[in-house]
């Protein structure tokens, strides 16, 4: 059973950025926004082209951006040609960060080991489901991310060159980083860099002088930003600034900020990994244990041994995941985009264990493809009795999947079409193959291109059909065409927290109601909120509604209104 060879490091290489281009790109404005987080980034590039505010734009009547700029600068540049923020230009800094970084990678482990091996670990990096995600959306992790990873290789090779001269591209990826999301982007570079330096016997001393030097030269970028926005925001921006770093860290926040216990990293990588953590976690059950022997004394020599003959970069890739880990174990505030840097190091060591299981444990990626290929058939059958108005009998019993179901039923494209064939031929293919598992590594990639289908199929039509469901943008332009120019005042009880969405659609309209004391206009508030909008300002105002949401909104997640008001006689000036 062969297959043509495409071995070489530029085919492969270019073989990865058509597959990461295709299976990211095409999908990424087929979704409306539908979550607060996503149009609360879009929203500072809106402003920004806007106000011509480059340095500190205001948005959602009164906020400045939580997070640097920079990824905001992205979005905004990207929508230049067009004039216009969409969801599309919005996600397309997250897309290229994530193709960006897996080709770097590609090359970088590619030069330091197999190119096989590391076209495999770049498949994986692109198909885990964390990473997918966050290549999906209009979030500031993935370009972090990317620029981070990028400035860790550029500190290898350093290394490599004995540390002569300065590394101006890992000084400018850190100082990109630190204008994503903050100093974070120039503290694990240099820990990573510093701790792997004490592993290869040099001292302390040296190596804090060998790398302080390139975070003092990374922070000129950033603090000329960081200068003049605190002319702009005064002390209100530098406020913001050490809660969203130093506030964050110490778990000081003003508000609740995503509070885990230190476990919660260990089983949301492993969930963030999937379907591939899956495979790992079952190949537990087949591997041969044996009863330890030896004292703890013994067991630290043979570590320490391990390590001194370690291969480098390896030992690179292993250091890297363990101080990021460690890193963001440390504070209380977590998030699963957080520990994003590891990912690629993480890839490549799976890589190697996948590639021992197909030799050694071949009956555990069997049962593995076997879950694969019946993820795959069951997607295609609950697709195909959605659309084929089967099902249409049982949403009486659950309305709410009545309600998404027939959303999906209306969605269908050429993608969709060619993914289930693509998915039933992969499906044939690898039961057909089961006999020739070991003879070469066909198989696993017939398996990872099954899951890529699946994907393709859920981004393509599936997912958008839910999505768009859930989201609010028919209401939103709703509003816009009620209130067609001006502004539209808002109240939510709950600090912080806009009508993202519909704010988004309307293109930065929506404005604080309390804060501006409007004569009249037309306000928006959840339904629970007005009963103390009628209390405080029953009095003043007249409250007439003129619209309701048919869904619990995605921001205030309660039923939306869209009042007419104006002050009573009596209350005018």
Not at 226 to 243: I, K, N, S, W
Not at 506 to 511: E, F, G, I, L, M
């Amino acid at each position: 059973m062969n297959m043509p060879k495409i071995n070489s490091k530029s085919s492969l290489f270019l073989l990865l950025l058509i597959i990461s281009t295709l299976t990211i790109i095409p999908y990424l404005g087929l979704t409306n926004f539908h979550t607060k987080g996503e149009p609360r980034e879009a929203i500072v590039a809106v402003s920004m082209l806007q106000t011509d505010n480059w340095i500190l734009p205001v948005n959602n009547g009164s906020d400045i951006a939580y997070k640097p700029p920079f990824f905001h600068w992205c979005i905004a540049a990207l929508s230049l040609p067009t004039g216009e923020v969409t969801e599309f230009t919005s996600r397309l800094p997250s897309a290229l960060a994530v193709i960006i970084m897996t080709a770097m990678c590609f090359l970088f482990f590619a030069k330091r080991s197999r190119n096989d091996l590391a076209f495999l670990s770049s498949l994986l990096l692109l198909s885990g489901f964390e990473v997918h995600r966050a290549a999906m959306a209009s979030r500031v992790d993935m370009v972090l991310t990317c620029f981070i990873v990028l400035a860790l290789l550029q500190l290898y090779r350093w290394w490599e060159h004995g540390l002569r001269g300065v590394p101006v591209w890992a000084i400018l990826f850190m100082s990109i980083a630190t204008l994503t999301k903050g100093p974070v982007g120039i503290i694990l570079p240099c820990a990573v860099i510093g701790v792997f330096l004490l592993f290869q016997k040099v001292s302390l001393w040296r190596a804090i002088y060998k790398v302080i030097p390139l975070a003092l030269l990374a922070c000129i970028l950033p603090l000329l930003w960081y200068y003049a926005a605190y002319r702009q925001g005064g002390d209100t921006f530098l406020q913001l600034v050490m809660e969203e770093n130093f506030g964050r860290f110490l778990g000081k926040m003003s508000y609740d900020s995503h509070e885990q216990p230190i476990v919660y990293y260990i089983y949301i990588t492993l969930a963030g990994w999937l379907p591939w953590s899956l495979l790992a976690l079952m190949s537990l059950f087949a591997l041969k244990y044996k009863k330890p022997q030896g004292s703890p004394k013994q067991y630290w020599n043979r570590l320490k041994e391990y390590i001194a003959h370690m291969d480098r970069m390896r030992l690179f890739s292993l250091l890297a995941i363990v101080v990021i880990f460690v890193f963001y174990c440390i504070p209380k505030s977590k998030r699963s985009v957080y520990i994003l840097p590891i990912y690629p190091f993480i890839a490549y060591f799976l890589a190697e264990y996948m590639l021992y299981l197909l030799k050694q444990k071949p009956k555990v990626w069997r049962l593995f493809s076997i879950i694969i290929a019946s993820i795959g058939g069951l997607l295609l059958a609950v697709l195909l009795l959605i659309k084929s108005g089967i099902a249409d009998r049982y949403y009486s019993i659950l309305p709410d999947a009545g309600y998404y179901a027939t959303a999906l039923s209306e969605s269908w494209n050429i993608v969709s079409i060619i993914s289930g064939i693509v998915i039933i031929f992969l499906i044939y293919d690898i039961y057909k193959s089961k006999r020739y598992l070991t003879y070469n590594n066909r198989y696993i990639y017939s398996v990872i291109a099954l899951f890529i289908g699946i994907q393709l199929m859920l981004d393509a039509s599936t997912l958008p059909a839910i999505l768009n469901a859930k989201s609010m943008k028919p209401f939103a332009d709703r509003v816009a065409t009620e209130v067609p120019e001006g502004k539209i005042y808002s109240y939510v009880s709950v600090p912080m927290l806009h009508f993202f969405i519909i704010n988004f659609y309307t293109q930065d309209r929506v404005v604080e109601f309390e804060k501006e004391a409007p004569e009249e206009g037309y306000l928006l508030v959840g339904e629970r909120d007005f009963q103390y909008i009628q209390e405080k300002y029953g009095q003043q105002y007249t409250f007439d509604q003129t619209l309701r949401s048919n869904r619990k909104g995605n921001d205030v997640k309660d039923y939306v209104l869209l009042l007419n008001f104006q002050k009573r006689d009596s209350d005018k000036d």
